[in-house]
C-alpha cells in the first residue's frame, strides 16, 4: 500500500513537473522591475488623480553645481486643494527622486508613512526607518535632506508653516546622528528672495 502510495505521488510529480518548469521559464522572463522603478510607478498612481488640476510644483533638489545647495525643478503634477494631501503628494515626489541620481537628496528606500497638518500650520511628517538609517551621516547631508523638504513645502504648500518629523511614528534626537529633530522647523515663503 505504501509502494503505491509513492508510485502515485511519482506519477503526479511526472506530469506537474513540466508544466511548473515551464512556468517558472515563463516567470523569469519578466524583467524584474528596480526598486526605484516601483517607487515612482507608486508616486504617480499617488498623484495621478483625473479629477485634480495639474499644477507647476517646486521641487527642491541638490543643485547640479555639487556646491551644498538646492535647485528648484518645476514639475507639473496634479494636486489637491487639501494641504494635508497636497503636502504627501509633493513630499511623495521628492522621494521618488530627481531624474539624475546624483542630485536625490533623500534616501531612495526612505517612505512617508504619514502627514498631518494641525490647525496652528504645523506640518507633521512622519517617515520610514530608512529616512535615518539610509541618509549619510554627517551635518551637511542631514541639513540638506530637512531644507529640501522644507522648501519644498514652502514653495506648493503655503497653509505649512512649521514642519515636525517623526521616524516610523515616534520622535527621534537626531536624523542620522547630528541634526537635532526635537524640535520643529520653520518653513518659510520667503525663500524666493534668497534663491
Known amino acids: 500500500m ?9 506519477i503526479i510529480a511526472g ?6 518548469k515551464q512556468r517558472v521559464k515563463q516567470t523569469a522572463k519578466i524583467q524584474p522591475q528596480s526598486e526605484e522603478q516601483a517607487r515612482r510607478e507608486l508616486t504617480q498612481s499617488l498623484t495621478a488623480n483625473p479629477t485634480e488640476a495639474r499644477v507647476k510644483a517646486k521641487l527642491f533638489w541638490a543643485s547640479s553645481a555639487h556646491d551644498g545647495s538646492l535647485a528648484p525643478v ?14 504627501k503628494q509633493v ?7 530627481p531624474a539624475d541620481p546624483e542630485l536625490r537628496t533623500l534616501p531612495p528606500d526612505a517612505v512617508l508613512l ?11 511628517a512622519d517617515f ?24 519644498t513645502l514652502a514653495a506648493d504648500v503655503p497653509q505649512v508653516m512649521r ?33
Open 163 to 195: 514642519l515636525k518629523i517623526l521616524i516610523h511614528g515616534q520622535e527621534v534626537e537626531t536624523l542620522a546622528g547630528h541634526l537635532d529633530l526635537t524640535g520643529s522647523f520653520v518653513v518659510s515663503q520667503n525663500f524666493e528672495a534668497h534663491d
Open 114 to 124: 504619514a502627514f498631518y497638518l494641525l490647525p496652528d500650520g504645523t506640518g507633521i
Open 128 to 151: 520610514s526607518e530608512a529616512m535615518a538609517s539610509s541618509i549619510p551621516s554627517g551635518i551637511e547631508s542631514e541639513q540638506l535632506a530637512v531644507d529640501s523638504i522644507t522648501r
Open 15 to 20: 506530469l506537474y513537473f513540466p508544466i511548473l
Open 74 to 87: 518645476s514639475i507639473e503634477l496634479p494636486l489637491s486643494g487639501d494641504p494635508a494631501l497636497r503636502a
Open 2 to 10: 505504501v509502494l503505491g502510495g509513492l508510485f502515485g505521488a511519482v
Open 91 to 97: 513630499l511623495n515626489t521628492l522621494l521618488a527622486g
